[in-house]
């Protein structure tokens, strides 16, 4: 498994989080999404190579804005 690790700025709850996750655990080949408000990362696990621009538009999506650490 390979890990993909993103700051996220403008989360402030769980509900924050949920989004998130929702979200990214949609993109092909994720098989885990470990996401925190209180230190805004987002950690993306997957079993095949990932698409920044894809996990970046999908944190969009859920209304953030995220940047590959």
């Known amino acids: 498994m390979t890990v993909f690790e993103y700051q996220v700025t403008g989360m402030t709850c769980g509900h924050c989080e949920l989004s998130i996750r929702e ?13 925190s408000a209180v230190t805004g990362r987002l950690v993306v696990g ?18 953030y804005v995220a940047q590959r650490r």
């Open 23 to 35: 979200e990214v655990s949609e993109i092909a080949g994720v098989t885990s999404v470990d996401v």
């Open 46 to 63: 997957s079993d095949a190579d990932l698409d920044d621009q894809a996990v970046l538009d999908a944190v969009q999506e859920a209304g």
